[in-house]
């Protein structure tokens, strides 16, 4: 069973907060793609609505939107994730990964659409407590 690292980012504060998926939230998890929305409840966050906005693999790979599947492949790219041009017109062939979360994925970067009925510091807060 894949275990992720969930880096949830608040759009209200600018502050991320790292939580770790395992079990059964984990596998629940696998086939989702970059842009879809998922339950809060996966990441001990009720009530909250989150993005997928992207991940990287256990290589450091990063996950790029419209690139299907969970494969790795070689792309010609000029901008966006995984390539930043320094002068306009500049592309290279980058080893990058599908929006699809799969197996090889270690880390999974959420934005929070839709906020639940606790602030999101008070979850976190909960969340250490207990452990």
Known sequence: M???RAVISD???????PREV?????????????????????????GYKLVLTGGSDKDGVPMRPGLPGPR????LVA??????SHKGGLR?????????VGP????????I?????????DAFKEKVETE
């Open 2 to 4: 894949a275990d992720f």
């Open 22 to 46: 395992e079990g059964h939230y984990a596998g629940a998890l696998m086939g989702k793609r970059v842009g879809e929305e998922v339950d809060g409840i996966f990441f001990d966050l009720p």
């Open 72 to 75: 790795r492949k070689r792309i």
């Open 104 to 111: 090889d994925t270690v880390q999974l970067n959420l934005k």
């Open 11 to 17: 759009p209200k504060n600018g502050r991320a907060y």
């Open 113 to 121: 659409v839709t906020f639940g009925p606790k602030s999101i510091e």
């Open 79 to 84: 901008g966006g994730p995984g390539f930043r």
């Open 92 to 100: 290279r062939r980058k080893t990058l990964r599908g929006d699809t």
